[in-house]
């Protein structure tokens, strides 16, 4: 075996480890932060904070006498608070406790109020989700709204000829005047209405002049994303490759595209994509793929993985700090109740499992977006810090959910569960938590 042939693998394979730890490191971070700080401020001393766990790398004491760590498995971390028993906060140093004065006993977790103890709890997904909001808000204020009336952008690389220039308001394809983007219902109707040819006649003002000229279809068969893990991904297709033709037949319109995909029925197709003038004969297997629906409820499709995009970037305008805020808002809440359904509909038995990822499903989707550049990989961050904040939030022992759930009984009935109480919920929380890692990762292994 040539050696040599083994390096581009590692290669990819060192680029989605470090792309995995470094987004895994931000989420914890924000994570466990979230608790150290709100527990400060209710009067909770943290011992340690730490990235990570085992042997200590590098570590400092802060003037308050917290010590800041890096530790060796990078894969999570921790804040120790005064009197815990352990980094998990899941027991209490008795002995510790024992040989407090009052004072010091209110900055430990167990002497502290119920208030202080579910507010430093809940700080931690509380952070991962406004972490994902910040994130969102500033990629929709980046990003900002596409322009009305239609303008175009930047031009994409096609393989048919483009008469339009960048700043050309679209007054009409075809004669027919396009809508405004904010009415999807009418937008999605005017591009119903138009030919499907490789070229369309576009009406533009240049200048302030209207005149006509030729461009592509509105929306060519062009992948301007590669879905991370999919069927498209898999073979090499890249961001910027058009497909332009399907078993032979040639397509002009994404449409086109997506209808031969969806009648496939799983069959290989044989593609054939242009890039940087020039044809690649590829074949391509769709994949069954569970979609949420807007009530809730999942349609199976086959899908190969490209989004596509127009036959040239839309110009936009400045959105709002309100607009983009909100915009972040609904989208966190889009991905929990996404999130929530998809997780009930596997339970249930009406999608199937292997719509759960692993550690290595993860690992994977890290570094494709990674290597999509920096914007799909810090929005990946935000989408994953949402899941990860909503998962710690399932009533599950040993997660924070399942700590509010005992700080909730403490509330009703006015005194903690009992320490054996505990011990066993622990237990089998631990036991839920590492089955539920143990089945994705096999989902990771044998899921097609």
């Not at 470090?18 to 895994?24: D, G, I, K, S, W």
């Not at 989004?307 to 989208?331: I, N, R, Y």
Request: charged share 15%.
């Amino acid at each position: 075996m040539d050696l040599t042939s083994l390096i581009p693998h590692f290669g990819g394979v060192l680029w989605t480890l470090v792309a995995f730890v470094v987004a895994l490191s931000v989420i914890v971070a924000i994570h466990e932060y979230g608790h150290y700080i709100v527990g400060k401020w209710s009067g909770i001393y943290a011992e340690v904070f730490s990235l990570g766990f085992g042997p200590v790398l590098f570590s400092r004491v802060d003037r308050h006498g917290t010590k800041w760590q890096f530790a060796a498995l990078p894969f999570g971390g921790y804040v120790k608070f005064r009197g815990d028993g352990d980094p998990s906060s899941a027991s209490t140093d008795t002995e510790a406790l024992a040989g407090m004065t009052e004072e010091q006993r209110r900055s430990t977790m167990a002497g502290a109020p119920l208030w202080a103890r579910t507010a430093t709890v809940a700080a931690g997904p509380i952070f991962n989700f406004i972490l994902s909001i910040v994130i969102f808000t500033g990629v929709f204020m980046m990003r900002g709204e596409v322009a009305d009336p239609l303008t175009v952008g930047e031009l994409r690389t096609l393989p048919v000829a483009q008469e339009l220039r960048s700043d050309d308001t679209v007054l009409a394809i075809e004669g027919r005047t396009p809508p405004s983007f904010e009415d999807g219902v009418a937008y999605d109707e005017f591009l119903k209405s138009l030919p499907v040819a490789p070229q369309l006649t576009y009406t533009v003002d240049r200048d302030g002049a209207r005149i006509d000229v030729a461009g592509p279809y509105v929306l060519p068969p062009i992948a301007t994303q590669i879905v991370p893990r999919s069927a498209a991904g898999d073979i090499g297709m890249r961001p910027g490759d058009v497909i332009t033709a399907i078993d032979g037949q040639e397509i002009f319109a994404f449409a086109q595209l997506k209808d031969s995909v969806e009648s496939s029925a799983g069959a290989p197709l044989d593609i054939a994509v242009w890039r940087d003038g020039e044809i690649l004969d590829m074949t391509l297997t769709p994949r069954r793929v569970d979609e949420p629906q807007p009530d809730n409820s999942f349609q199976t499709f086959y899908r190969i993985g490209i989004v596509g995009g127009m036959a040239f970037e839309p110009a936009t305008q400045s959105l709002g700090f309100g607009a983009a805020l909100w915009g972040g808002v609904e989208q966190v809440g889009a991905i929990m109740q996404g999130s929530i359904s998809g997780l009930w509909h596997m339970v249930t038995g009406r999608i199937s499992s292997c719509n759960l990822s692993g550690p290595i499903g993860i690992a994977e989707t890290s570094g494709d977006m990674a290597s999509q550049g920096t914007a799909s990989f810090i929005w990946f961050i935000a989408v994953l810090s949402t899941a990860v904040g909503l998962l710690n939030l399932f009533p599950v022992p040993v997660l924070d959910g399942g700590h509010l759930v005992f700080y909730a009984y403490e509330a009703v009935s006015g005194r903690p569960p009992s320490d054996k109480a505990l011990r066993v919920l622990m237990s089998i929380g631990l036991t839920v938590i590492l089955g539920l890692m143990v089945f994705a990762l096999s989902n990771d292994i044998f899921c097609p």
